[in-house]
């Protein structure tokens, strides 16, 4: 697609259900990240991912959260058993394999509320 | 490890007055710089970056930054504020990751409120 789409925009659940937040990259960037923005935090690194190299998902902040990335393209973010403090904006980003000239490309996030 | 901190929270300036926003990096190689805006509601945009040659680096809406290695800084400027640049920016410092690319370590950001 022309940029990177996340589904979707707004999600509120229910604290302790399970969550899944969806990614769909640009076409052809082989590296995909998860970020999340929580107020007054700036953004935090969360996990990636880089063509069919295993995934950094050194910043995950515990087990609950996972991520996978299916053929290449699509990402799913899930977070279980849901805790208010899991509330945030979730962002995903894109670039072309290699030292980008283009920087990341973001798309417009998911805000999740966990209430 | 990389860091990066913006020193100013919040910045309101007048619409037409110039603007410099602060980004202080810390990274023991040569870094890529970036600095992106994001608008309410919004994700990231890219205004500019920094891998490597010229110093002055020029970008979208008018924006340019410096990148001076002798003061690990890489401040963000702009002659002339419009209203529609009320937003929040961050900065950004890029480091080799494995298989060729590279991961973003943000700072934490600075509102800009512009003053008709």
């Known amino acids: 697609g022309a940029g990177v789409s996340q589904s979707p925009s707004n999600k509120v659940t229910e604290k302790g259900k399970d969550v899944e937040l969806r990614c769909d990259p640009i076409s052809g960037h082989t590296a995909l990240y998860w970020y999340r923005q929580s107020l007054g935090q700036g953004l935090e690194f969360l996990i990636y991912f880089q063509g069919n190299s295993a995934p950094d998902k050194s910043g995950l902040p515990s087990d609950r959260f996972s991520a996978e990335r299916t053929g290449g393209s699509v990402s799913t973010l899930t977070i279980q058993r849901t805790q208010q403090e899991d509330s945030a904006v979730y962002l995903c980003a894109s670039s072309p394999r290699g030292f980008s000239n283009y920087g990341y490309t973001f798309g417009s996030g998911t805000r999740l509320t966990v209430v | 490890a990389q860091s990066v901190t913006q020193p100013d929270i919040h910045i309101t300036v007048s619409e037409g007055a110039s603007l410099e926003l602060r980004c202080n990096y810390s990274y023991g190689a040569t870094p890529y710089l970036f600095w992106y805006v994001q608008s309410p509601g919004q994700g990231l945009q890219l205004l500019l970056k920094?891998?490597?040659?010229?110093?002055l680096v020029q970008g979208i809406k008018g924006f340019e930054a410096e990148f001076k290695r002798s003061q690990s800084s890489f401040n963000l400027r702009k002659p002339s504020v419009h209203w529609s640049d009320a937003a929040e920016y961050f900065c950004a410092v890029g480091a080799p990751s494995g298989a060729g690319s590279y991961q973003l370590t943000f700072g934490k950001g600075t509102k800009l409120s512009v003053i008709p």
């Open positions: 920094y891998f490597s040659g010229d110093t």
